[in-house]
DNA sequence: CATGAATGAGGCTTCATTCAT
DNA sequence: TATGAATGAAGCCTCATTCAT
C-alpha cells in the first residue's frame, strides 16, 4: 500500500515539472530522468502519461479535500457556516496550511491553472467527478452566506473570484517579477491571499446592477463595506 | 502589405485550433491542413511556430489596442479620465466592440489565458514589449481614478480583475454548459461583462486591510475565531 | 559491454555510407535503411547524428591506437625508436596490420580525409582530445628520429605526409581507376605503401632551404639551376 | 557578356561559404542572402546549385589554367621545361601569383579539398574534362625533368605531392591554429611553399625501393642530399 | 529580367509506448 | 518487479526548385 519509492520519486519530479513546462511540453523522458528512474517505470506504475498527471493532483487534492472536509464540519458545529467571512477563512486556511506542507502550494496552483487552461478534458472530467462532493458543499455554505444573491448571480461570481486566484497564483512567479521590479517588494503566498480576501469579499457582496451598464450608473456605493472600517 | 489569402488561412485556422486545443498540443500539420495550405507555408511566411503564434496574437491585439487608445482619447478629452466607472467602461466596451468581430472574443480570451498559464515566455515577453504602451497608460489612468490605492496594491487588484476576466471567459464554453444545466439560463459575453462590471468596481474599491488576516486575525472582526488560536 | 546487433548494424552501414557520400549527404534514413534497423534507433543508441558519426571513427581508432602503443612499447624496449626508417616501419605496419581487418582500410581512410575536409568541427575537437596522446608519443619518437629538423619543421613536414597518405588513399578508387586504365596495372593498399615509403623518408630528410626560396633561389644545388640565376 | 553584377555577388557569396561549410551544407538561402539578391536568382542565372558549384571553381581555375599555359610556353621556350626545380618553381608561382588576386588563395585550396574529399563525382568529372588538358602538359613535363622515375611510379608520386598541398592547404585554418598554439608562428601560404618546395623535390627523386621494404633495408642513403650538406 | 510566393520532399529529432527478459 | 531495447508516429524545420507575374 505504501507507495514504493519509485512511485514517489515520480509524482516528485512530474509535479514539479509539469508545473514549470506544462504537461504536453513535459516529457516522460524528462521525468524519469529526474526521478533518476528508469523510463518504463511511468508507464509501468502509472500505465500511461494521462494517468500520472491525474495521479500528480490526486495526491494533492485528496488529502485538502479531507482537510476542507475537517475545517468545514468544525464550521458547521459552531453554526458559522452563514458567516461569508468566516467561510472564505475557512476555505484560505485550508488552502494556506495543507499538511503536505512538503510539497509548495505555488507549485499546485500553477498546475491548477495549467489544468483549467489547458486542453486536457480527461483532467478537467476526472477532477469534477472527484472533487464534485466537496465543490458542492462549499457552494452549498456560499449560498448560505449569501442569500441576497440570485444562484446563478453567485455561480457566476465564485468563477469570477476562481479566476483571480487561479490566474493571479499561476502566474505567480511572472507577476512577483513585475511587481518585484516596479514596486520593489517581493510578494509571499500569504501575503496575496491577505491582499485577496477583501478584494474577493467585496466581489461577493457587490449589489447586481439589474439593468445595462452603460456611463451614467455610477451611484453604486457600497454600503456594508462601511461597517468594517 | 495587404496579408495574402494563405497567410490570413493559416491565422484563421491557427487561431481557432490553438484556442481549442493549446499550442503544444496543436501541430503545424493540423494547422496547414486545416487551412488547405502547405506544410511549408507556414515557416515560409511566418519563420517558425512560435513567429505564428505571436502573430495569432498581433493580429487580433494590434487592433484592439488602436481602437483602446481612440478610445481613452476621446474620454481625456471629456476630462472622465479619472471616473473609475467610465474607465472601466471604456475598456469594456473597446473588449466588446472590436471592429474586427468577425473574430470570435471568446476564442481570443482562451487564447490570453493560454499565454498567461502555459510556457510560454517568449510569447509573454513579445506581448509586454509590444503592448506595454497601452497598458501602461490604461494603468495610469487608473491610478487617478483610484487615489486612494497604494501602486502595489492596484497592482495585484488589477490582476485580480484580469483575472476574472481571463478565467472566466477563457473557459467560457465549459461554464455556460454548466449554468445552462444548473440554472437553464444561456448567458452572452455581453450579458456577462454586465455582471462582470459591479464585481470589478467594488473589488477595486475595496478597502484595504491593513494588517495581516492570516485566521484568527483581529482586523476583521468574527468573534468565535478566538476559540481556534 | 557488449555492442548490441543493432548498434553493430548500425556502425557498419554507416562506415560505409559516410565514406561512400559524406556525412552530410548521407541521412539516418538510408543508413538505417541499409542497417534494417528502425530510424529512430540511432538516436536511442547514439543520441544524434554526430554522435554516430564520431563513434564511427572511435571504433575504428580506439584498437588502432592500442595497437600503435604496443608497437611503439616494442620499439622503445629494443631501442630503436630514433631510427626513422624503423619508426615509419611500425606506424606502417600498424595501419596496415590492424587486428580489425574486416574493416577496410580504404574506408576509413576516406573518412579520415572528409574528416579534415569537411565542415565536421566536432569531430576534429574529438578526434584530437581523444587520440591526442597517441600522436603526441609517435610525434616525439619523431623528434628523436629527426634531430636535425626544428620543431615547426617537422609539424609541417608530418602533414606533407599525413596529406600524402590520406589523399591518396582516400581517393584510391578513383586513382587506382586512372593508374590501370594508364599503366595497366591494379595496385594493392600494400604496394602503395611501399611506394610511399621512401617518399616519405626522404621528404623528412630533405634539407631545409634556410632563406625563401622563390623562383631562383640558390640554396638547393642542382647543376640546371645555375643558368637561371 | 560581363557577366551581371547580381551573377558576380552570387559567386564571390557562394565561394566563401562553400569553403567554409562545404557544398552540402551551404544552403542557396544562405548564399543569395548573403549575396543580397533573390533566392531565386541562383536558379535562375546558375540553373542549379550543381552549376553554380561548377561556376565557382571555373571562375577560378580558367584564368589558372590560362596563366600556367602561358608559363610554362616561356618555360619550353627557354628550354628549360626538363629541369624539375625550374618545373616545379613555374607550377608554384602561377599558383602563388594568380592574376584574379582579390580572391583567396587559401580559400580556393579549401575548395580543392572539399571536391576531392566529398561526394561531388560531377564535379571532378567536370574539373577533368575541363582541365584535363592542361594537367597533361604539365605531366609531360613531369615526366622530361624526371626520367629516372617509372611512369606509374611518377604517377603515384605526383599526387603524393598532390595529397600534400592539397591536405595541408585545405585544412590550413586548423593547422595554422595548432602550428601557432605550439610554436607559437603565424605562417603565410608563401612560408608554406617554400617549406613545401624541398620536401616535394626530395620526394620526387627519392629512389624506389625495388622490393618490399621489411625493417632491416635501412641502409638506404640519399646520395644526392650528401652534396647539399 | 527578376522576384515573391509557394511547394513537395526530406532532413533530424523526440515522443509515448511496448515487450522480452 | 523492473528494465533496457526497440519502435512507429509525429514533431518542426529546411531544402532546392518552380512558376506566375
Redesign the pocket.
Same mark, same amino acid.
Given at each position: 500500500m505504501v507507495p514504493?519509492d519509485?512511485v514517489t520519486r515520480i509524482l516528485d519530479a512530474a509535479e514539479v515539472l509539469f508545473a514549470e513546462h506544462g504537461f504536453s511540453e513535459? =516529457?516522460?523522458?524528462?521525468i524519469t530522468g529526474r526521478a533518476e528512474?528508469?523510463?518504463?517505470?511511468?508507464?509501468?506504475h502509472f500505465g =500511461?502519461?494521462?494517468a500520472l498527471i491525474q495521479a500528480v493532483f490526486c495526491r494533492y487534492l485528496d488529502p485538502f479535500s479531507a482537510d476542507l472536509h475537517c475545517r468545514l464540519d468544525r464550521l458547521e458545529a459552531e453554526e458559522a457556516g452563514s458567516d461569508l467571512e468566516r467561510l472564505l477563512d475557512t476555505l484560505f486556511a485550508s488552502v494556506l496550511e495543507m499538511p503536505s506542507n512538503n510539497h509548495d502550494l505555488k507549485t499546485f496552483m500553477k498546475l491548477l491553472g495549467l489544468a483549467y487552461s489547458q486542453a486536457q478534458r480527461h483532467l478537467r472530467d476526472e477532477l469534477r467527478s472527484r472533487y464534485g462532493t466537496i465543490f458542492s458543499r462549499f457552494l452549498k455554505l456560499l449560498r448560505q452566506a449569501t442569500p441576497e444573491l440570485a444562484d446563478d448571480e453567485r455561480f457566476w461570481r465564485l468563477h469570477f473570484m476562481l479566476g483571480s486566484v487561479i490566474f493571479t497564483l499561476s502566474g505567480l512567479n511572472t507577476l512577483r517579477d513585475i511587481a518585484e521590479h516596479d514596486y520593489h517588494q517581493r510578494i509571499t503566498i500569504r501575503e496575496l491571499s491577505r491582499r485577496l480576501k477583501p478584494v474577493a469579499l467585496h466581489a461577493l457582496r457587490a449589489p447586481v446592477t439589474d439593468a445595462d451598464c452603460s456611463p451614467g450608473s455610477h451611484v453604486i456605493s457600497h454600503p456594508r463595506t462601511g461597517t468594517h472600517s
Open positions: 514504493s519509485t513535459t =516529457s516522460l523522458r524528462r528512474v528508469n523510463l518504463a517505470a511511468v508507464n509501468y =500511461s502519461k494521462q
